[in-house]
């Protein structure tokens, strides 16, 4: 049996013996990650400091995309399809989506807290330390859960980790430079799109055990279409914003912290509730996901900041 299959046993067998009292909070670890953390760059962006708006930006959605196209590239499958001895804590293997490797949870937890920890560990050296804890948690936490595996955890923490210093560098080198940015975002535009016919028009293993396709790949494809189409609205609204928008944080206004809340609010509900009952159901997982995705990133970098302009 693979060492990888032995340790997320051990870790079953300690779930078990511990009656899952571990387990909520463990899951709820890993919910913040995805429900919550991939609202934070625009939160930063609307009212707390537009440049980490945006390297928060860049850096979540860029990695969310990468690992995407990595995922559908390995087509790893979850442990629990790898061997009928792994049973997930809970709902987790409702609530998994895609391949195996690497881990999508443990990339929003590096480059969400991650970021966090580059911009205030001369500041709050605490805050810093809450991040990093709560990185390794949320890592484990997939461990724990039996959802993924060693390996899914620790590369999609080494791919964060690349892109957040990445990004770092890249910003610092074009600050100012509004032919170069612009130059990046047609750049970035044309490696979505490509990214996108890549993971349609790729093979994918078409495996079935006694006439039932083992993993859907056309389920599995459904994260990435969801990581393009953000990303095209990022781009083409970061556009937008710099051209002809010009946003500018109204420090100092009454009305700024909840106009910022409820922009998070209005996100959250988007992507919860409101897109899946309109949009997805209309047009499928695919093309669905992919517009209702693009509209909430040209949203949250063009429209929303109109409103608390006239707001504020």
């Known amino acids: 049996m693979p060492i990888d299959i032995q340790y997320l046993l051990f870790l079953q067998d300690l779930r078990n013996a511990t009656g899952g009292v571990f387990n909520e909070f463990f899951n709820s670890m890993s919910k913040v990650a995805v429900d919550l953390l991939l609202l934070l760059p625009f939160v930063i962006f609307w009212g707390v400091s537009k440049k980490w708006g945006y390297r928060f930006i860049l850096t979540m959605y860029i990695t969310d995309l990468v690992n995407g196209v990595i995922k559908l590239t390995v087509c790893a499958y979850r442990p629990w399809i790898r061997s009928d001895l792994i049973e997930p804590a809970g709902d987790s293997k409702v609530a998994a989506t895609g391949y195996s490797f690497p881990s999508g949870h ?5 480059t969400g807290y991650g970021t966090v920890i580059a911009w205030q560990h001369k500041k709050r050296r ?3 330390v809450l991040c990093g804890i709560a990185i390794a948690l949320t890592g484990f936490s997939r461990n724990f859960l039996g959802v993924h595996t060693p390996q899914d955890v620790i590369v999609g923490f080494l791919e964060s980790l690349v892109i957040i210093l990445i990004i770092g560098k890249v910003q610092s080198k074009i600050s100012g430079n509004e032919k170069l940015i612009d130059i990046l975002t047609l750049v970035g535009i044309v490696l979505t799109i490509a990214a996108l016919i890549y993971i349609v028009f790729k093979p994918y293993p078409m495996e ?3 006439g039932v396709l083992l993993v859907d790949p056309q389920i599995m494809m459904k994260d990435s279409f969801v ?5 095209i609205g990022i781009l ?3 556009y937008v914003e710099r051209h002809f928008t010009h946003y500018e944080i109204p420090v100092g206004s009454a009305n700024l912290p909840i106009l910022t809340v409820i922009g ?8 919860t509730w409101f897109a899946p009952a309109t949009i997805v159901a209309a047009l499928g997982i695919h093309w669905g996901n992919f517009i209702a995705y693009f509209l909430m990133g040209f949203f949250a970098l063009v429209i929303w900041p109109q409103v608390i302009k006239k707001l504020a």
């Open 236 to 238: 083409c609204g970061s």
């Open 106 to 110: 443990t990339i929003c937890a590096t």
């Open 264 to 271: 998070g609010a209005i996100l959250f509900a988007w992507r």
């Open 126 to 128: 605490w805050l810093a």
């Open 208 to 210: 079935y055990v006694d």
């Open 227 to 231: 990581a393009c189409g953000v990303m």
